[in-house]
């Protein structure tokens, strides 16, 4: 009997050190999503670059991130979720290298390319090795959900790290501080975590992958260009066609292939379909307030990159209680009292930032941690909803798509809203009387011009000011949405339900 009980306790043990192992490359993959959005600024100023490819610094990472996600989960089903993790480790430190001593823009957007090809063998992997390694349904909630916190700790620790990285360091140390990760990594992967089982009959598609990479790019395209002052409508006509023909090609495929990289059907159950709501939302939100919070308060108030890392740090602390409690009490409430919830409480969070913002910088930060506690508590029973919600042998098919949903959050958070930014202190600032004209591109630009023209700086901050708030406004509206979306999706997993369709298949 001592016997059989230590043997327990060993495997026990052993799950949640995978848990930790494959914590390593999921906080280097959310933290990359994020930590630019402080040294942006710097990032910039050294390298010459645009406020385009500026832009393009960042999206090209979530952008090709998504886009290959679908086909690398299938790639972990043939080829083994530890074989595709340890080559995406692998290429992740190579292209930290190439990042950090980027002598150009157009290198250092090559480099984040090659770091999202890395960070899409590792993240379905991630998920999918929690789901294979935890038997036990109440332990793999726990697991799952502090998964989930890990993405949104990553994301929050991004502005942080690149902000304390900046006070001391060049931009390249944001990318250099990831080589230790993938070395520690790389040790501890093939001795706690299980080979786990191949499927031969597995293939990947590559134009699948290639369709839903030109339907992203098209649309991202479309977006930033309808959004740029003045338009190019001959690049958003274009964008959009390349869009709409690679969904068409993309659909057409999936619906014709025995092994589909997206089998549509997992859509009809409709918690499956509110996890890919939430966790799409919950990201779009969190990326949105970091971007333009650390913006704001950087080229408005003067603060330090890591001042502002530090501000929105505000979400991550409401993250983190609510992200390990929902995954705990999950059993109990079910998931529309989590997500609905959790939703309604980020909604009164960000109206009490947009009161903070104009009235007290204490209410302010508040109103983020608040927003953060709701959104903290949807992330946490999003990933269960998805991956519990399939077979286990389309683990690694769910776990993409799980994948693919923040990652587009994200993404449509700095296309559009970065964009929307842009535009709205372009068409809101009233040059003061002698001001040149270029003041009115950026807030940046505004700056550096402002010692020569009195009462620039006054009203390039009055514009920026008026456009973040409406961008507050905007990323509320969509949190308010999600409530009604996932409540309505979510009416029949109230407390005592079941949440996971597979719970039985599991012991």
């Known amino acids: 009997m001592n016997t059989v009980n230590t043997q327990a306790s060993s495997l026990s043990s052993r799950r949640w050190v995978l848990l930790v192992t494959v914590a390593f490359g999921l906080l280097l993959i959310t933290l990359d999503n994020?930590?630019?959005?402080?040294?942006?600024?710097?990032?910039?100023?050294?390298?010459?670059?645009?406020a385009s490819q500026g832009l393009w610094i960042i999206n090209a990472y979530p952008l090709v991130m998504a886009g290959l996600l679908l086909g690398s989960g299938t790639l972990g089903d043939r080829f083994g979720h530890r074989r595709l993790f340890l080559v995406g480790l692998t290429l992740?430190?190579?292209?930290?290298?190439?990042?950090?001593f980027s002598p150009t823009p157009e290198v250092l957007i090559g480099a984040r390319a090659l770091l999202a090809v890395g960070a899409a063998c590792m993240m379905p992997a991630t998920l999918a090795l929690i789901r294979l390694g935890f038997d036990d349904v109440r332990e793999r909630n726990i697991a799952i959900a502090i998964w989930g916190s890990i993405s949104v700790v990553g994301a929050a620790l991004g502005p942080i790290v690149g902000g304390a990285l900046l006070e001391r360091?060049?931009?390249?140390s944001v990318f250099l501080i990831n080589i230790p990760v993938v070395i520690a990594a790389l040790i501890l992967t093939p001795l706690v975590v299980p080979a786990g089982t191949r499927d031969r009959a597995k293939k990947w598609d590559a134009i699948?992958?290639?369709?839903?990479?030109?339907?992203?790019?098209?649309?991202?395209?479309?977006?930033?260009?309808a959004a740029h002052t003045p338009q190019n409508w001959a690049i958003v006509a274009g964008a959009t066609v390349v869009a709409a023909i690679g969904g068409v090609?993309?659909?057409?495929?999936?619906?014709?292939?025995?092994?589909?990289?997206?089998?549509?059907?997992?859509?009809?159950?409709?918690a499956f379909s509110a996890g890919i709501i939430t966790a799409a939302t919950a990201m779009f939100a969190i990326g949105g307030i970091q971007l333009v919070t650390t913006q704001r308060f950087q080229l408005v108030d003067g603060f330090t990159p890591l001042q502002a890392g530090l501000l929105v740090a505000a979400v991550a602390i409401g993250c983190l209680p609510t992200g390990i409690l929902g995954g705990a009490f999950l059993h109990r409430l079910g998931l529309r009292i989590?997500?609905?919830?959790?939703?309604?409480?980020?909604?009164?969070?960000?109206?009490?930032?947009?009161?903070?913002?104009?009235?007290?910088?204490?209410?302010f930060v508040a109103g983020l941690a608040v927003t953060g506690a709701g959104l903290g508590a949807?992330?946490?029973?999003?990933?269960?909803?998805?991956?519990?919600?399939?077979?286990?042998?389309?683990?690694?098919?769910?776990?993409?798509?799980?994948?693919?949903?923040?990652?587009?959050?994200s993404l449509i958070a700095v296309a559009v809203l970065g964009s929307l930014l842009s535009l709205f202190y372009t068409s809101r600032i009233h040059l003061p009387q002698g001001a040149p004209a270029e003041?009115?591109?950026?807030?940046?630009?505004?700056?550096?011009?402002?010692?020569?023209?009195?009462?620039?700086?006054?009203?390039?901050a009055i514009a920026f000011n008026s456009g973040y708030t409406t961008i507050m406004i905007i990323i509320a509206v969509v949190i308010a949405a999600g409530v009604i979306t996932t409540g309505w999706l979510l009416r029949q997993y109230g407390p005592g339900s079941t949440a996971s369709a597979y719970e039985d298949n599991t012991h």
């Not at 992740?92 to 950090?100: D, H, I, K």
């Open 169 to 172: 360091f060049w931009w390249g």
């Open 34 to 50: 994020s930590i630019l959005y402080t040294a942006l600024p710097t990032l910039t100023v050294d390298l010459g670059a645009s």
């Open 249 to 270: 090609l993309f659909t057409r495929r999936q619906l014709r292939s025995n092994d589909p990289l997206l089998d549509f059907g997992v859509f009809r159950n409709r």
């Open 208 to 225: 699948s992958s290639l369709y839903a990479l030109l339907t992203l790019t098209g649309a991202v395209l479309a977006i930033k260009e």
């Open 338 to 363: 989590i997500i609905s919830g959790g939703f309604t409480l980020a909604t009164i969070g960000m109206i009490i930032t947009l009161i903070g913002v104009q009235t007290a910088f204490p209410v």
């Open 439 to 460: 003041a009115a591109d950026s807030i940046a630009t505004a700056r550096d011009l402002a010692s020569d023209h009195p009462g620039l700086l006054d009203a390039a």
């Open 378 to 409: 949807t992330m946490s029973v999003a990933s269960t909803a998805i991956v519990g919600n399939v077979p286990p042998r389309k683990a690694g098919m769910a776990a993409s798509v799980e994948e693919v949903s923040y990652e587009f959050g």
């Open 92 to 100: 992740f430190g190579a292209a930290s290298l190439v990042a950090a």
